[in-house]
């Protein structure tokens, strides 16, 4: 599995571009395009034409399909800005790939940028039929299926697909299927109609999600969605081999050094998430318990680096401390995040593979024990995700019981910086510094004092349930 990994890492060149986003779709000219293949292209009133060698690819505006030689596609994603037709990255992998014959295209969507592998992609097929899906992959893969709202994510790590998932007749179950390569792997974002949920099985080299209205949730639980915060959230079991106690924290300010965050009302977030962060380390501390601070002054800490200062100091819970921004609008109160199950496995792997290629770079010799506990700590993660929910209602309740604040919810997304930290871990958004009201109690000491107090509270608390169960 590692020196397969390793291999991967080695195997590809990567073409940078510079996409049109919209709506979570790239778009790239055809124009780029042609000039990344050094090709000739034809342009009439509806279509578009690529000539490379004794190949053309006629692309039509008006029918939304493309030709390459006798083979016929559909382009779900057309763009035309300037009389200059758009399609979408995953479209012109697909094509680029037919051209090239010997190499593999596959988009990049967090990195903006082609992969360009010569070897074989390891998810070999991806068929829908009218309720079900079924994957054909490696043996040495093993995905990852969770559904958040109306997606589900199917998340091969080290896993690419060089095929058009998305351009399928849709039943009544799967509205639309999107492909989503970063270099760590392959996500299919399937999205499904209201009501419908799926069964997983899995094979040994293959994986059929079964979709349905009503029955049976799939493998992997959905959290529950944030309705009533009364109900007071329900600690699981332990899972065998994690340890049950939370003797370090790692407090996580913000922001720092040249990156100030948010700024609005004259206040920097990076100034008001230290003041807190401080008066949290201050508190704990007191209680006995060891607090790390990603930073303890003003200057700037990657997330790479954050998610590291975790692992080496064996951060039991990380709480990241961050104020809100929206410009023009009155919004405020206060929101805590928890790493999506959604995008845990997908984002934050990308930010391993940063790491662990940069070290790559760096000394050939590199530790390959790190990037194999990077491995095994990914998975790890998975295994937080109910009490790092559990976790951000516990900091939600006491933050808005204490301060009194509008409650934004519990809410969950793909935060970078939760990324490689394998423990609980929560962002809480104190406040809008983009209200007025708000940052003006922000910058107040008494007002940060309450806050620190309201997370320290949940902190404990969740120590405390967390311990005992
Ligand atoms: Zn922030």
């Known amino acids: 599995m590692l020196s397969f990994f390793l291999g991967i890492l080695l195997a590809f060149e990567t073409v940078k571009f510079n996409p049109i986003s919209i709506g979570g779709v790239d778009y790239i000219s055809y124009k780029d395009i042609a000039d990344l293949l050094k090709c000739s292209s034809f342009v009439s009133d509806t279509t578009v034409e ?114 058009l998932a998305g351009k399928k007749v849709y039943g009544e179950f799967v509205k639309a299927v999107r492909t989503r390569h970063t270099t760590e792997g392959v996500t299919f974002l399937i999205t499904v109609n209201d009501g419908v949920k799926y069964i997983v099985s899995k094979g040994l080299m293959s994986i059929v999600l079964k979709f349905q209205r009503e029955g049976p949730p799939g493998e992997v639980q959905v959290p529950e969605k944030v309705t009533t915060p009364e109900v007071p959230p329900i600690i699981e079991a332990p899972k065998k081999g994690y340890e049950r106690n939370i003797k370090v924290v790692v407090i996580d300010p913000g922001h720092g050094g040249h990156d100030p965050g948010a700024v609005a009302n004259g206040i920097r977030e990076k100034d008001v ?22 930073r303890s002054g003003d200057y700037f800490v990657s997330l790479g680096e954050r998610a590291r200062i975790a692992q080496k100091n064996k951060a039991d819970l990380y709480v990241s401390i961050h104020c809100n921004y929206a410009p023009g609008s009155k919004a405020r109160g206060v929101e805590t995040f928890f790493l999506s199950e959604a995008r845990t496995e997908w984002e934050r792997s990308v930010a391993a593979f940063e790491n662990s290629v940069v070290k790559y770079e760096v000394d050939k010799n590199t530790d390959k024990g790190d990037i194999l506990s990077m491995i095994i700590g990914d998975m790890a993660q998975y295994e937080f995700l109910k009490e790092s929910q559990d976790l951000a209602y516990f900091v939600q309740e006491s933050l808005v019981n204490s301060i009194s604040s509008l409650d934004r919810g519990v809410k969950q997304a793909g935060f970078y910086v939760l990324q490689g930290v394998y423990a609980p871990s929560v962002l809480v958004e104190l406040g809008f510094l983009t209200n007025k009201d708000e940052a003006k109690k922000l910058k107040d000491t008494r007002y940060q004092e309450k806050l620190a107090d309201a997370i320290v509270d949940a902190i404990i608390k969740f120590k405390v349930a967390y311990e005992r169960s």
């Not at 008066?279 to 501390?285: F, Y």
């Open 50 to 163: 690529l000539f490379s060698g004794t190949k053309k690819v006629r692309l039509s505006f008006e029918k939304k399909v493309a030709w390459l030689g006798n083979q016929s596609i559909p382009l779900e994603n057309v763009y035309i800005d300037d009389n200059t037709l758009f399609l979408d990255g995953e479209s012109w992998a697909y094509i680029l790939s037919w051209f090239s014959e010997t190499q593999i295209y596959y988009w990049d969507y967090q990195n903006k940028r082609y992969i360009i592998s010569k070897y074989p992609p390891s998810v070999k097929s991806f068929k829908l039929d009218a309720d079900s899906i079924v994957i054909e992959h490696n043996r040495d893969l093993s995905p990852v299926v969770f559904q958040s709202e109306d997606t589900i994510y199917v998340f091969i790590k080290s896993g690419f697909y060089s095929g």
């Open 273 to 294: 998430v230290l003041q807190v962060s401080k008066l949290i380390k201050k508190k704990l501390e007191r209680m006995g318990i060891k607090v790390v601070l990603t």
